[in-house]
């Protein structure tokens, strides 16, 4: 989950620095999708610890993830960067079917 957010700050700084609304607004949804893009990849554990918890930096800012649903899994996220804040969830979901299985993730951010 940590990783998912490697980018946010590239995109993010710009956004909070940029005058034009329009470029704060392409600037976050840059972010948003690169976020999102990189939350696709699922690693193991597959099955995480309720209450499990994660204090890390991503360049230079501080990231608080923690693991707040079991079934399903749900991850909570605050992340605090130069000028801005994102907090949300992101929820892993897969859809089994007779001949086939699905998996993709839930996300919900507030910036």
Known sequence: MAKTFKMAPYFLEKAFK???PME???QSIAAMIAINSLNLSFEKPF???LGETLQ???NGCPLYIEQ???HPPITSYYFVGRGYRLHGTAAIKIDIGLNNAKGYSELSHTL
Do not use: G
């Open 24 to 26: 704060r607004f392409r």
């Open 47 to 49: 099955n995480p610890i």
């Open 18 to 20: 940029a005058e034009d």
């Open 56 to 58: 890390t930096t991503v």
């Open 68 to 70: 707040i649903s079991h």
